[in-house]
């Protein structure tokens, strides 16, 4: 059965920091995708930030750039989300995700991943 795990989450004041992991389980994700995303209360879900297996190929959205880092170590099947300079408005449920199709470019979409974690909530306060 495969399983994506989040944790790190949580709540931190403004301009705090948190790095999320999420560990990825049940068969092997060589050559899979991995992904953050994010969806605030009244708000549709959003792509943070994607990352091919090799790493070569990462993206960010706007709103994130320069703040937040995606990594993975590909021997342990995880993935983590460097949070930095973290502001109210990125509160939300955190989820992961892992794709197979995406090889040589990270993922750019929300739609159609394989896999989704149940996310962990990070609330940054004022």
């Known amino acids: 059965q495969v399983q994506l795990v989040e944790s790190g989450g949580g709540l931190v004041q403004a301009g705090g920091s948190l790095r999320l992991s999420c560990a990825a389980s049940g068969r092997t994700f060589s050559g899979y995708a991995m992904g953050w995303f994010r969806q605030a209360p009244g708000k549709e879900r959003e792509l943070v930030a994607t990352?091919?297996?090799?790493?070569?190929?990462?993206y960010y959205a706007d709103s994130v750039k320069g703040r937040f880092t995606i990594s993975r170590d590909r021997a342990k099947n995880t993935v983590y989300l460097q949070m930095n300079s973290l502001k109210p408005e990125d509160t939300a449920v955190y989820y992961c995700a892992a794709d197979s199709k995406y090889t040589r470019v990270a993922p750019t979409t929300t739609r159609g991943l394989d896999y989704w974690g149940p996310g962990t909530q990070v609330t940054v306060s004022s």
């Open positions: 990352v091919t297996w090799s790493g070569s190929s990462a």
